[in-house]
């Protein structure tokens, strides 16, 4: 979902160190630098990596497939629910409900305490990283936790992660769960989720054996759908989107004149940076 957005796709370890060469010039792989051993062993290094992505997102637009997604979640008679292994808030960000949103491996946007001393989450507003992009250095001074002094770290669930602090996560996942008990065939759209990390790929196929309704895939590698459950798309996620919004027709449009890249206020279902090595 959000490659379509101009996000880099981390796809493979080539992938990776397409978008970020400093870490390839010291072999530091993605499952490296996502984990908490790192944020010990070497924080400006993983603040470099965790704050360059922290600034991206925060100047990074969703693509109008979430404009989409909202405007017909939000017809649907139960509503809608997200669920999401991104960390990015893009959701958040274009207009979705803060309420009705699972980001199932946390949120760049939100802290922790690294130790942690405590089961605390709490947001990244204040913190404005100044990363050094040839070496992915930290070079001004990291967020600490407010109640111990440790050094704080996102609260995303990474790598080899025994410390990643649930609290918020839990709660998006309990307003969830009380959501699906109430719901009747949904609508289940998957978006781009990948196989390597399959959580999002779990969460679709339980909805849609245990509630029935059906799934729509939409992946441009690995699409398919288990015969008599849904339709897949191999597509990527602003173009199948795009695709299912012509099908439907005049009448599932967006109001017209409403641009969907300034708005900002603008799911189904469900989405996530998984065809990509998840997690954060
Ligand atoms: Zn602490």
Request: hydrophobic share 40%; charged share 20%.
């Amino acid at each position: 979902m959000g490659v379509d957005s101009g996000l880099p796709d981390f796809r493979g370890t080539e992938g990776f160190w397409r978008a970020y060469p400093a870490l390839r010039n010291s072999g530091v792989d993605f499952s490296s630098i996502a984990s908490p051993s790192t944020f010990e062993s070497a924080p400006a290094l993983a603040w470099g990596f965790y704050g360059h992505r922290l600034a991206l997102y925060r100047r990074t637009l969703p693509h109008a497939g979430f404009a989409l997604l909202k405007h017909w979640g939000e017809r649907m008679p139960q509503g809608y629910s997200v669920f999401t292994s991104n960390v990015d808030g893009q959701f958040q960000k274009a207009g979705f409900d803060l309420a009705r949103i699972h980001e199932c491996h946390g949120s760049i946007h939100h802290l922790q305490c690294l130790v942690p001393c405590r089961e605390s989450v709490w947001s990244a507003g204040d913190f404005k990283p100044a990363v050094d992009d040839v070496v992915c250095r930290l070079t001004n001074t990291a967020p600490s936790c407010p109640k111990c002094g440790a050094l704080a770290r996102p609260n995303i669930m990474m790598f080899h992660d025994t410390g990643w602090v649930e609290a918020r996560t839990d709660a998006q996942s309990d307003r969830q769960e009380a959501w699906l008990a109430l719901v009747k065939r949904p609508v289940v759209i998957e978006l781009g989720a990948g196989t390597t990390i399959p959580s999002v790929r779990y969460f679709s196929q339980r909805v849609v054996d245990e509630l029935g309704g059906s799934l729509v895939r939409i992946n441009p590698y690995q699409s398919g759908v288990p015969a008599g459950q849904g339709v897949a798309l191999a597509a990527g996620a602003s173009a199948g989107l795009a695709a299912i919004g012509r099908a439907l027709g005049e009448g599932w449009a967006l109001p017209s004149g409403r641009s969907t890249r300034t708005s900002l206020s603008t799911r189904a279902v469900r989405s996530d940076e998984g065809s990509k090595p998840t997690r954060g």
